[in-house]
């Protein structure tokens, strides 16, 4: 009687443990070595661009592992090439695609932006488009967050890298981004946007 007793309680403290190591933060050191193994891709070709914050990753990784999972299978297990423009459901409004196809625009004609509620995962399809990168802290508001649509829109000086297919960028909470610059005379690019519910 007593051993039937002991299993459940031993089995219901070693779940505990595991919940609690799961929620300890990692040191940078730690989640540079845990990014370097690239498990967490679950077998996705698609490489992780250089400006990536590994800490905030690792970290939202860990407590959110089930959306990382359903947003990394879908890159894996679709062909992105042959799929139509549209919004795709993954995990309800926690992780959900949208794939555009649209004109890239003149520096001037494109916003900074950054989200609270959601990480972007960012990724050409084909073609390719400059996308801008800068701390929110960096930059100056010039329309206030609005939660209905989880943006806010800044202007400021950033810095621009070349994204090309094969490889995304994530952009956190505080991470501004100016996606969609023309590389080439203003021509269509084909795209994907995982939108990855933020776990505070």
Same mark, same amino acid.
């Given at each position: ?83 139509? $423009?549209?919004?795709? *459901? ?15 625009? !003149?520096?001037d004609s494109t916003k ?23 701390? $929110? ?8 967050? !609005?939660?209905s649509k989880d943006v ?32 080439? *005379? ?15």
């Amino acid at each position: 009687m007593k051993k039937l007793f002991v299993l459940p309680v031993v089995t219901s403290l070693l779940m505990m443990c595991i919940h609690a190591i799961a929620q300890t933060a990692l040191t940078p050191e730690q989640a540079d070595e845990w990014f370097n193994k690239k498990e967490w891709l679950s077998g996705l070709k698609m490489q992780p661009h250089e400006t990536i914050n590994k800490t905030v990753l690792a970290n939202q990784y860990m407590k959110n592992r089930q959306y990382w999972d359903e947003a990394f299978a879908f890159l894996r297990d679709h062909d992105l090439d042959t799929m139509a $423009v549209g919004k795709y *459901a993954i995990d309800g409004d926690n992780v959900y695609a949208m794939i555009t196809e649209n004109s890239t625009k !003149d520096l001037d004609s494109t916003k900074w932006e950054s989200h609270q509620n959601y990480i972007d995962l960012q990724s050409v399809i084909k073609r390719e488009e400059k996308i801008g990168i800068a701390p $929110v802290s960096t930059l100056t508001v010039i329309m206030p967050y !609005d939660a209905s649509k989880d943006v806010a829109n800044y202007s400021g000086d950033g810095t621009y890298y070349v994204a090309l297919p094969g490889t995304f960028f994530l952009f956190f909470p505080g991470e501004a981004h100016r996606p969609n610059i023309t590389t080439n *005379a203003n021509k269509p690019d084909k795209k994907i946007v995982i939108k990855i519910r933020y776990a505070e």
